[in-house]
């Protein structure tokens, strides 16, 4: 695919909002080129402490759509999911929520943190 291949070659110059979409995009359409998730996963790591709510939100949910189980991004994204827990909206806490749950990510404290937040907030409500 000639956008697959553009991506890649552009990759480096993306930040965090760019590499949620790019992944979002070819997770939606069906795209789930192993090497293009592992390339935004190097790249999106090291920058998911700049993401806001949306931003991770999509990207997580994108990588769970697509099968891909990044340890490392999951990893890195956890400390700012924690974070986020009080702005994400029922659906994008939804989303981080099951893109965990998918990748096989149960164990974190993120959802014991999201069950605490659920229940002080009254978000069901």
Known sequence: CALRGEAMRQICDFGPHELSTLAWAFANGGDHSPALFYEISTQAAPLVQ?????????????FAHG??????????????????????SAQEMTMVLWAYAETGHRGTPLFEDAAKHIVRADVLQ
Do not use: D, V
């Open 50 to 62: 700049r993401c806001n709510a949306h931003t991770l939100a999509t990207l997580l949910w994108a």
């Open 67 to 88: 099968g891909y189980r990044s340890a490392t991004l999951f990893q890195a994204a956890l400390p700012t999911a924690r974070l986020l827990l009080r702005e994400f």
